[in-house]
């Protein structure tokens, strides 16, 4: 069985930092695309970033550039996303995703591309 597992969500200052990271398990995804996606109350789920399996090949969401970093580590089959300078405006439900297919080589923007969902870690940011 396939899971990919988030953590390092929590309650955070405006202004602060958070690390989420990204666990799979099951199956290597070395060299899968993967991704984070935010979803807030009565909003659709909105993509956030993406890595490809190798060198620095990433995609960011306008929203988020200069301030999130998308990384992976292919050996611990993990993904982080490093948040800072976060805002009121950043506050979701985080999930991680996965691409089945290890050949596809376009990074897929929404969510029908991807495969495989983790659960979901709560970030909130106060004023």
């Known amino acids: 069985q396939v899971h990919l597992v988030e953590s390092g969500g929590g309650l955070v200052q405006a202004g602060g930092s958070l690390r989420l990271s990204c666990a799979a398990s099951?199956?290597?995804?070395?060299?899968?695309?993967m991704g984070w996606f935010r979803q807030a109350p009565g909003t659709e789920r909105e993509f956030v970033a993406a890595?490809?399996?190798?060198?620095?090949?990433?995609r960011l969401a306008d929203s988020v550039k200069g301030r999130f970093t998308i990384s992976r580590d292919n050996a611990k089959n993990t993904m982080y996303l490093q948040m800072n300078n976060l805002k009121p405006e950043d506050t979701a439900v985080y999930y991680c995703?996965?691409?089945?297919?290890?050949?596809?080589?376009?990074?897929?923007?929404?969510?029908?591309?991807?495969?495989?969902w983790g659960q979901g870690t709560q970030v909130t940011v106060s004023s």
């Open positions: 099951g199956r290597t995804f070395s060299k899968n695309i």
């Open positions: 890595i490809r399996w190798s060198g620095s090949s990433t």
């Open positions: 995703a996965a691409v089945g297919s290890s050949t596809r080589v376009t990074i897929p923007l929404g969510p029908s591309g991807y495969d495989y």
